[in-house]
């Protein structure tokens, strides 16, 4: 059976919808077609990299500690610094009860095919689209003690389940190398916040 030919499209094909979106784009609604737009283009030109999985960047192991209070404790003896907010964070955290290996993948918005300007929501999605699960709080403490070769300037985003909140409770872990020194910190992760395509999260991958 002879396969259907399909005919290159001509301009009079697109010269509707082109003129359509030319006028939505000077509009009233001009910037949000614009940023749509964007996107549009960006998914389009990515696809390929979409289609393959994230590959393991390392793993982590969790449940060696009972408690937010022996994290602080060892995060004190190996005189890594902690702000404020990572230490309230630590004091409701919840551990794993016996030990378990976690294989971390780490991308950034970028990779993930998306704009500048998204919000957490929506680099949740995205990585759940590509296989990727929300990582447990205790993952930013544990990945502190045992991330000991962390490039000066790099900051990576652990991430968790969306939050419901917008409140300034709403946090997440954030592990720096800044100036030779390993910081643990809590950032804002609710509702408004936006990201820039260089930011780098830390996802779980399941299926190791």
């Not at 960006?42 to 390392?58: D, K, N, V, Y």
């Not at 544990?142 to 409770?169: C, Y």
Request: net charge negative; with cysteine; aromatic share 6%.
């Amino acid at each position: 059976m002879e396969s259907a030919m399909t005919e290159p499209l001509t301009l009079r094909n697109v010269s509707g919808p082109l003129s359509k979106l030319l006028e939505n784009l000077s509009g009233t609604d001009g910037s949000q077609w614009a940023t749509a737009l964007e996107r549009f283009l960006i998914l389009g030109t990515q696809e390929s990299t979409l289609a393959r999985r994230p590959r393991p960047w390392q793993t982590v192991m969790l449940g060696a500690f009972n408690n937010g209070a022996e994290y602080i404790h060892e995060l004190t003896n190996e005189r890594l610094s902690m702000n404020e907010k990572a230490r309230e964070m630590l004091d409701s955290l919840s551990c794993e009860n016996v030990e378990k290996e976690v294989t971390l993948v780490r991308m950034s918005v970028g990779d993930l095919a998306l704009p500048d300007g998204v919000t957490y929501e929506q680099i949740f999605e995205r990585a759940q689209a590509l296989g990727l699960s929300a990582c447990s709080q205790e993952v930013g403490p544990a990945l502190r003690l045992q991330f000991r070769g962390q490039p000066r300037g790099e900051k990576l985003l652990i991430a968790t389940q969306p939050f419901t909140d917008t409140s300034v409770s709403a946090r997440l872990f954030e592990l720096e190398c800044e100036k030779g020194v390993r910081w643990l910190r809590g950032v804002g992760g609710g509702k408004g916040g936006m990201w820039g395509k260089g930011a780098l999260f830390v996802f779980t991958d399941p299926t190791q």
